[in-house]
Every structure is written in structure tokens, then in C-alpha cells.
């Protein structure tokens, strides 16, 4: 582990060398001096077993020569390995491995040098020398590290006693992290886990006491207040389980962040948090191929569109671990892009080129950003995204979804945009819904586009989103503040969820996944029922909670699907990503549609354009008397409205 101190070299040090030599030169040089006296002191204790313990054989003069030219040595092999630079924590794996390095090149270079003197002590003391001065050196570091862990460690009277759950890696980074850290609250007095071959095993100095059935009994005898699941793999499934074992025992429940939150880095005393539900809906181990994620942003120009909402900004922040050359983030909703750019910089003083007021609906300011910005990567995350409030206006779901959506892809590939994903839905897949129609139009659109653009463009398609605005956790949340009653559709609704930051690592991962125009499908895991869900958050309430059920509203599912019927759940690239083929939709059919026709018949219409197979292209779809225009009246019922009284051609041709 790297050290938080300076050296010769680092900035700060060179800014102020006085007050480098004064505070951090002393505590090195007393290092090397420990280590030199211990060589010394290594070179007399071998050269008196050489003489089988005779203090008189040993030539003292030659002795303390030799120790002063060892110490020169082994100081110089020892800036040269870290050892005195600062580069280890005192007493870490790092340093002592720096130690065995430093002995290593000493005493060959000893053993030359005492020949060239003229064979001051026996060639065998220096090389016993060299074993005896490790040992000395590592018991002096290890004797000190003991002696500060002990002051940081807490008392057990002052702290909260807590049972740890995992006696992993994960554990063993919580585990330091409380013992370790002055301003820890929490102090960990036993380990749980399962796995039989840890039942004797002691974490610095705490016992796994038991498997998660022992929890109970454990938590009792070692007057336990809390329970810390220090998993950051653990599965969904897994801290439900544990949750329901540790609900009786009157403990506080707390867990560390998963793996996808921690990117790489150790837990910390201040990840320890009380179990959220998305710990216990949506949470999974996601790996992505970083080398092929990081070749295709790295160093490249990015556009997301709707930055500024849930998903578009969780995507920006992931987007900008991969050193884009540019990230520049589009929406129409300002304050959406003050609370993205404060997450990702701290500051949110709205004055980056790189944050973009547009309407995707408007092609004049589309065509601006992308000739002023020439992006070469391109998300595609803004959309309406409420059934109900959809199927009451269709038209809506016509402008922003469809229209907005063809003329991001037109003016993607009119810039020469490389490669753009189409953030998709659930409801796309054997849609009954306006929002389904419309977001399976524009996969078929995306497909379209593919089929013309130079790079790949293609579209991802997950369910229920956990943390996003409107998700049903934030509306059953904002009831239980209200008194409740919640409010559930149906006692078997199901549907699937996944966090935020799961959904866009694989989203991010599927756009560095080679298709032809594919909807790309993540793995949800399993479905839950929404029923289940209100009954955890209504027996958390601090009052009596009602479940109230209402019936489903139009255009929605008892359960939900990720897959249609003739999509094949084939996975060649990633093991959560499936995908699909899409039948490609000319954009040239969007002419036949009429934002102010009746809702009835431009639902229909909708529906038609979701469900047909590939649509033909060129002048039949210019033909009033065409097959185009007989579909189109035979999804509209055969109303008498004029296909061409549609939106302006202009608008998104």
C-alpha cells in the first residue's frame, strides 16, 4: 500500500525542502540507522557463533569497519529498493519484501568488499550476517506496527460491538479499516462465514465464531450491537437472507458498498452503511473487459444525451473513469446538468462548453452541438419514460421518443458519429404500451441506421432502473412519509430490477460489443414481486402501513419480459448480454404519422409500425396509393386522414 508521505521529488516536498528535511528526513534516517545498528549487531552475533561463542577470537576494530561499510551498502541498496524513501507504509507486505531485497544485494556486495579489505570477520558471518539482520529488522517493524495498532485500535467500551459477516477479503479490509482508524465507531469482536476451512481462522486477532446460522448465538455471547455483511460480491439474494436472520436479533444491519461502487479501491470505515433496498433487489458482481471498454472511449469525444437525468448522469460520471478526451453532456433540463456537473466536479459553475442546453427535438440546435463538438461516441439516454402518462399522450411519446430519436441517429451519421447506443426498455420487448411501441420503434430505427453508418449503432434494452426518478422504490418511499396507504397494481405483478450504476457499467460494456444492428439485452437476474417489495418497506416504517392494491393500469404487464417471442436469448460476447436481431425500420415511414390525429388512431398506428416486419424502402413509401398508406389505414381503422398531414418532413428526414 502506498504511503501518504513525500519524498524528493513529489511536489510538495520540492516546494518546501525545509520542511521536508525537518519533519520527514528525521523519521527515514532513524529507519536506516535501525537498520544499520541491527546489521552491526547481526555481524557480531555471527561472527561470535563462528568462534562457537568466544568473545576474545573476535577482532573488534576489524568488526566495526566492516559494520560501517555494510551500512553504506545496504542504506544505498535500500533508497534503491523504497525501503528509505517513503515509498511502503512502515511495516507492510510491500516494505518487508523491500527488506528481503536490500539483504539480498548487501551481502554478496559485503562478501566482495570484506575480500578486497582482506577478510575482516569469516566469510561465513557475513552470509549468517544477512539472515540474522532480516529477522532482527522485520521483528523491530513488526514489534512497532503492533505498538501502533494498538493505540488506533478502539476500546470495546467505547465503541460499537459489532459481528462481521465474511471472513474474506472484503472482511479483512473492513476489519482494518475499524481497527485502524482513530475515528472508527465500530469495534469488531467476531467473524461469521461459512465456509468450514475458515472455522479456526483469526483476522487480527478476531474469531470466526460460527457460520450466518450461528448468527444468533454469536451476536448473544459476544453482546453484539450490529451486524456488518462485509461482502461486496454478495448477491441480492444473499443480504436478503442474512437480512431476514439478523431482523430478530434487535441489532442495526449494516453492509459495504458492492464491488461496482468500490471501482477497484479498499472499503473504508465510511462505506459501512445501513442496507438500502437496492442491496436487497438489485445488486450483482458486474465485471466489464476494461482493456475493450477503455478502447473505445479512452481518449475519444462523448456525447450523452438526457445528462442530466438518472440514468444519463450516472452515465457521465462512469463515462469519465475512462479519460474520454471529451464528455460532453446534452439535455434540455438546466438544473439536471448543475446536479451532474456538481457530482462530477465539485463545482457546478455551468461555465463548460461541454455542457449542452438542447432539445433533441429540435434538428437545427442538433446539427450545431454535433458540428461544433464532433462527437465520436454517442449515448443515447433522453427519453420520456412514464406508461401511464404515455398512453394518455401518444403524441408525446411520437415527438420526444420516435422523432427525437430519428434525428439523433440522422445527425449522428451525418457527423460520422463511430458508435452510438440507443438506450432502450423492457417494454420494447412483444410491446403492448405506448412507451413499448414507441422504444420498439426505435430499436427498429437504430437498426436502420446500423445497416447505413460506417461504425456500429445499436441499442440496449434492461428493465426497472433502482434510483432513477419516478422508480417504484422513490413512489413507495414518498408514501410511507405521507402515511401511506402504498399502492400496488396487483398481489402478482412482478417485475425486474437492477441499480443504476450495474445497468450502465453493462450498458457501457455493450457498447464496446460488436453487432449488426442488435438490441442488446442485459441480464435482470430475477424477477420480484412488487408486493413483496411494499411489504419489507411498510414493516420498516416507524407507523402501520397499508397495502393498498389498484388493478393494473392500461398498456401494463403482470409480469414484464426482456426477450420477445423471436428473439433468441443468444449470448456470443458477455455472459449477461444477450443479443438480438432487430427487423430495421426505414425512418421515411415516419412521415405517415400525424402528432394532432386522435389518440386512438395514432396508438394504433404505433402499434403497427412496433409489430410489423421490415417495412419496404424507397418510392412506395412516397406513393399515396402505396402499400405504406394501405397499412396505414388499415392500423387507423381506416379513418380518412391524410398521411401526408403528418409532422414537417423538415422536422426529422
Same mark, same amino acid.
Given at each position: ?19 521536508? *528535511? ?94 578486497? &579489505? ?27 506496527? &503492533? ?13 460499537? /460491538? ?30 461469521? +462465514? ?25 451476536? /448473544?455471547?459476544?453482546?453484539?450491537? *450490529? ?16 437480512? +431476514? ?6 441489532? =442495526? ?18 462505506? %459501512? ?5 437496492? +442491496? ?71 461555465? =463548460? ?69 440507443? %438506450? ?24 436502420? $441506421? ?31 412519509? *405521507? ?47 412488487? $408486493?413483496?417489495? *411494499? ?79 421490415? &417495412? ?19 392500423? $387507423? ?17
Amino acid at each position: 500500500m502506498q504511503s501518504g508521505r513525500t519524498w524528493p521529488g513529489d511536489t510538495a516536498a520540492d516546494a518546501n525542502p525545509a520542511s521536508w *528535511a525537518r519533519t520527514v528526513l528525521p523519521g527515514r534516517a532513524a529507519r536506516a540507522g535501525t537498520d544499520a545498528l541491527a546489521l552491526a549487531v547481526a555481524l557480531l552475533f555471527a561472527t561470535m557463533l563462528r568462534h562457537d561463542g568466544h568473545i576474545g577470537e573476535v577482532h573488534v576494530a576489524d568488526l566495526a569497519v566492516l559494520a560501517a561499510v555494510a551500512a553504506v551498502v545496504q542504506t544505498a541498496a535500500g533508497i534503491r529498493f523504497g525501503l528509505y524513501t517513503g515509498r511502503w507504509s512502515y511495516g507492510c507486505f510491500e516494505e518487508i519484501a523491500a527488506l528481503a531485497k536490500t539483504v539480498a544485494v548487501t551481502v554478496p556486495v559485503v562478501f566482495v568488499l570484506d575480500t578486497v &579489505l582482506g577478510r575482516l570477520v569469516p566469510r561465513s558471518a557475513i552470509i549468517g550476517a544477512g539472515l540474522i539482520m532480516l529477522v532482527l529488522a522485520a521483528g523491530v517493524r513488526y514489534a512497532v506496527r &503492533l505498538l501502533q495498532d494498538s493505540r488506533l485500535r478502539p476500546s470495546p467500551e467505547d465503541g460499537i /460491538r459489532v459481528v462481521v459477516m465474511g471472513a474474506g477479503e472484503g472482511a479483512t479490509q473492513v476489519i482494518r479499516a475499524m481497527l485502524r482508524s482513530p475515528s472508527s465507531r465500530y469495534v469488531p469482536v467476531a467473524l461469521l +462465514d461459512d465456509d468450514p476451512a475458515k472455522r479456526a481462522l483469526h483476522v487480527m486477532g478476531v474469531p470466526v465464531a460460527g457460520n450466518r446460522y450461528a448468527m444468533s448465538e454469536v451476536v /448473544r455471547r459476544f453482546s453484539a450491537e *450490529a451486524v456488518v455483511i462485509a461482502i461486496p460480491s454478495a448477491s441480492a439474494d444473499l443480504i436478503r437472507k442474512l437480512t +431476514d436472520l439478523a431482523q430478530p436479533l434487535n441489532v =442495526d444491519l449494516k453492509v459495504v458498498p458492492p464491488v461496482v461502487e468500490l471501482f477497484g479501491r479498499t472499503v473504508r470505515v465510511e462505506d %459501512i452503511r445501513p442496507v438500502s433496498h437496492e +442491496d436487497l433487489l438489485g445488486r450483482r458482481e458486474i465485471t466489464i473487459d476494461l482493456a475493450a471498454v477503455a478502447g473505445y472511449l479512452a481518449g475519444r469525444r462523448v456525447l450523452v444525451t438526457g445528462a442530466g437525468g438518472s440514468i444519463g448522469s450516472e452515465l457521465c460520471r462512469q463515462l469519465a473513469r475512462f479519460n474520454p478526451a471529451k464528455l460532453i453532456m446534452l439535455d434540455r433540463d438546466e438544473s439536471g446538468l448543475h446536479a451532474v456537473q456538481l457530482s462530477l466536479d465539485g463545482r457546478g459553475m455551468l461555465d =463548460d462548453r461541454n455542457l449542452v442546453v438542447a432539445d433533441i427535438r429540435d434538428q437545427e440546435r442538433l446539427d450545431e452541438v454535433f458540428a461544433e463538438h464532433k462527437p465520436h461516441v454517442v449515448f443515447h439516454a433522453a427519453a420520456l419514460k412514464h406508461l401511464p402518462l404515455l398512453e394518455m399522450h401518444p403524441s408525446e411519446a411520437l415527438k420526444t421518443n420516435i422523432i427525437g430519436t430519428y434525428q439523433i441517429l440522422q445527425t449522428a451519421l451525418r457527423h460520422n458519429v463511430d458508435r452510438l447506443v440507443n %438506450i432502450s426498455t423492457d417494454k420494447a420487448a412483444d410491446p403492448c404500451s405506448v412507451l413499448g411501441y414507441s422504444k420498439r420503434i426505435t430499436e427498429r430505427l437504430t437498426a436502420a $441506421a446500423d445497416a447505413t453508418a460506417s461504425g456500429h449503432y445499436s441499442s440496449v434494452r434492461f428493465g426497472n432502473v433502482l434510483g432513477s426518478r419516478g422508480s417504484v422504490l422513490t413512489a413507495f418511499a414518498a408514501q410511507v412519509e *405521507a402515511g401511506g396507504p402504498i399502492t400496488v397494481t396487483d398481489p402478482e405483478v412482478t417485475r425486474y430490477f437492477m441499480t443504476v450504476q450495474e445497468a450502465v457499467r453493462l450498458v457501457i460494456q455493450a457498447g464496446a460489443l460488436e453487432s449488426k444492428g442488435e438490441v442488446l439485452v442485459l441480464d435482470m437476474g430475477e424477477p420480484v414481486r412488487i $408486493a413483496d417489495v *411494499a411489504r419489507r418497506i411498510a414493516d420498516a416504517a416507524d407507523q402501520h402501513i397499508q397495502i393498498v392494491y389498484t388493478g393494473l393500469r392500461p398498456g401494463e404487464k403482470l409480469a414484464e419480459i426482456l426477450l420477445g417471442p423471436n428473439e433468441p436469448d443468444h449470448r456470443p460476447h458477455h455472459p449477461l448480454i444477450s443479443q438480438a436481431p432487430v427487423p430495421p425500420l426505414d425512418g421515411a415511414v415516419l412521415s405517415l404519422l400525424d402528432a394532432a390525429a386522435p389518440r386512438e388512431d395514432l396508438i394504433a398506428v404505433l402499434r403497427w409500425l412496433a409489430e410489423s416486419p421490415a &417495412l419496404p424502402t424507397g418510392r412506395e413509401k412516397q406513393t399515396p396509393g402505396g402499400p405504406i398508406h394501405t397499412e396505414w389505414h388499415r392500423a $387507423a381503422g381506416n379513418r380518412p386522414r391524410h398521411p401526408e398531414a403528418a409532422l414537417p418532413p423538415g422536422r426529422h428526414q
